[in-house]
């Protein structure tokens, strides 16, 4: 049976007569209290399989740097949004923080405080810069074979080493 709905033209189907009534069961619910939901839950999790984490895999120089990519992105993001929003509230609450000062504090550390400073910058930078243009690699479709795949890892960890080094020392 169809019917139109008024001043439209437009059809839909009447279910009138198709409803039919659904039995409802009683479902039997026990109270408990806390103690014994946190039991019973301790004893339903120790029956469950845990699943395999990274101690089952061999370590290998993909998920090594792989991780190394991660901290050295959220890193370098920590240290960029950390500075500015630093010269934000500088010149909000009126305290000197220019890159003049930065500079003469950093020239009033000690040399090997210097050196570790700027290995502290310069090494996960040119990882993560390195890194990227690798992923940058695969995402065009090259090197996506496992022998590819060690062979930019290398190269990547040559050039942070290569520019790191300069880096730091000059």
Known sequence: ???TRAGLGL???????LVRR????????VSTTHDREQEILVAQ???RPSSPHLTIYQPQLTWYLSSLHRVS?????AAFYGLTCGYAASSIF????????IQ??????????QYLVKSLMTFPFFFHFGNGIRHLIWDSGKELTLKGVYRTGYVVLAFTAALGTFYTLF
């Open 94 to 101: 009126g305290f000197q923080l220019d890159s003049t000062m």
């Open 104 to 113: 003469e504090a950093f020239y009033n550390l000690s040399t090997p405080t």
């Open 45 to 47: 999790r120790k029956n």
């Open 22 to 29: 659904q039995t409802v069961r009683a479902m039997q619910t």
């Open 11 to 17: 059809l839909r189907p009447s279910f009138q007569g």
């Open 73 to 77: 992105g959220v890193a370098l993001a």
């Open 1 to 3: 049976m169809i019917s």
